[in-house]
């Protein structure tokens, strides 16, 4: 989104990808140069977190960041030495609301894909699920029938794919077993990691301050809880510091909760749909970030103001001249009041 977005406001842009994923960035620039070999404005530079704090030093008009918030933490402070601008786009911990009106299985159908698609590894993803008590155990009883036909691995036969960053599978099993030596149960899944491959894991009975519900967990995992009505479900939503985005399903008040969600962007009875609506901004705000891509908004966030004035005939009083006098300025007095009211 930020590289179709600087590249339609009219810029030339370098591409830093993740060291994990180099192909993918090398893919991208190397398609583009197929496609408008006679542009080249769209260029890459591959390498760790000291080749992206040189890009933020090369004298860039804007860098736009997609990653956790720690790191943009980071890159914040080195463009603050050239005063560059940046967009964040970092974690989040989005939830799922539950109304007791909602259709059930497409909630829960919703929750496991967002949830689990990608192997969690989705900065939109869901990661905690606030159900109305009073349809509370049909829910838990769906997801559970969803998880079970779901298996990591990494083989042609596998629903789930292997965690990409090594370093985050111990954050993974981290969350899981502070939740479990929290009190939290495993509903579903929660098989052995080996290796980078994470077996989904439905949790519940997790308390608020546990890193599995407070923390980013990027992984296969869901934490379930009970909610007595919808203001309970809200307040323990925006109660993170996380506010990217967020799902609610349900009939009657569905919409009305959504627009409660301190949050950039939410969707009524269907997951991630505000990504991939083109004309819908997308980012957060608080430790998800700033700043927007898509939409109008995402192609403003590429450009800047830029102001010209004409004047196009000659002012009737000198007010911006030393050679205004008190009766000028007793005439523009009169003006004011005639205009805006008051004495």
Known sequence: GSIVYALAGGNAVVFKPS?????????????????????????????????????????VDKVAFTGSTATAKRVMATCAETLTPIVAECGGKDALIVDKDADLAAAADGA?????????????GVERIYVHQDVAADFARLLVERFDDLRAGT?????????????QVTIIDRHVADAKAAGGRVLAGGGATQGQVVQPTLLTDVPEDCAAVAEETFGPTLVLRSVRDMDEAVALTNASRYHLGASVYGKANAEHVARRIRSGMVSVNSVLAFAVVPTVPFGGVGDSGFGRIHGEEGLKEFCYSHSVVRQRWKAPLPLTSFARTAKHEEMLGKIVALVHGGK
């Open 19 to 59: 060291e994990f994923t180099p192909g993918v960035g090398a893919w991208l620039v190397n398609a583009f140069a197929e496609v408008v070999p006679e542009h080249p404005v769209l260029q890459l530079v591959t390498g760790d977190g000291s080749t992206g704090a040189a890009l933020c030093r090369a004298g």
């Open 155 to 167: 083989d042609a036969d596998a629903a789930v794919g292997p965690i990409t960053m090594p370093s």
């Open 112 to 124: 496991v894909w967002g949830g689990i698609a990608n192997a969690g590894q989705t900065c939109i």
